[in-house]
């Protein structure tokens, strides 16, 4: 069963503006990944939080972690429209197992 | 990052023909290739895992004799969709891992087939 769920499933957004995802698992991981996928096309990674850290940011990305409440979340500041995709969390369980389990995405559309 | 390619970018065959996609890791090692499926404006599903040299482990659900994986090499996995149906259509993405402790999952760009 997939462990990570996003919310919103869809989000649109003018130009400028700040888009956050969220996204809730079930099990205790080891490291939470957010992806970006444009339509058709494979996963970009984007950012790698481990379970011991709060909080990372990368350029305009800002992803948060809340181990207590199995959630994370994603922050695109000053979004453009070459945002517009569709995201990702995945979790890791750790240990041998590296398997990634995805949640069902979010799609985010800017409006230029 | 590391470069993952994936041949063909989209296929479309015959109910009941065999496809092969094969995915390579262009510029690292990698020890263990994973292949998803996706269906349209869904989440990405886990097929298998394949280690090089070694028998790939499958998802409960996915049969192993329908949906081959090959990794002969470091640099290669195939997947073979065996008698392919029109429900097997789907986007089918690999990725490549190196060995531990690198935990980054590289994708490659997908294949998209269509059994008519």
């Known amino acids: 069963s997939q462990q990570g769920e996003e919310d919103p499933q869809a989000l649109s957004i003018q130009e400028g503006e700040n888009a956050t995802m969220n996204c809730s698992y079930k099990?205790?991981?080891?490291?939470l990944q957010w992806y970006r996928q444009n339509s058709g096309r494979g996963l970009v990674h984007l950012i790698l939080?481990?379970?011991?850290?709060r909080e990372k940011h990368s350029g305009r990305l800002r992803v948060t972690l809340d181990t207590s409440k199995k959630s994370s979340s994603l922050l695109i500041t000053a979004s453009r429209a070459a945002d517009t995709a569709s995201y990702f969390c995945?979790?890791?369980?750790?240990?041998?197992?590296?398997?990634?389990?995805f949640g069902k995405g979010i799609t985010l559309s800017v409006r230029p | 990052g590391a470069v993952v390619s994936q041949h063909p970018s989209w296929v479309i065959c015959k109910s009941g023909t065999s496809v092969k996609i094969e995915c390579r890791s262009l510029?690292?090692?990698?020890?263990?290739m994973f292949w998803y499926r996706q269906f349209p404006k869904q989440s990405l599903m886990l097929m298998a895992t394949?280690?090089?040299?070694?028998?790939?482990?499958?998802e409960q659900g996915v049969e192993k004799d329908k949906f081959l994986i090959n990794h002969a090499s470091l640099t290669l996995s195939t997947l073979t969709v065996t008698s392919a149906h029109p429900e097997d259509s789907s986007f089918y993405i690999c990725?490549?891992?190196?060995?531990?402790?690198?935990?980054?999952?590289?994708f490659g760009p997908g294949t998209r087939l269509t059994v008519l």
């Open positions: 990725s490549a891992k190196g060995a531990f402790p690198y935990n980054e999952q590289f």
């Open positions: 099990t205790s991981i080891n490291n």
């Open positions: 939080i481990r379970s011991n850290e």
């Open positions: 995945a979790t890791v369980l750790g240990g041998a197992n590296s398997k990634l389990t």
């Open positions: 510029d690292f090692q990698a020890t263990t």
């Open positions: 394949s280690n090089e040299g070694s028998k790939a482990t499958y």
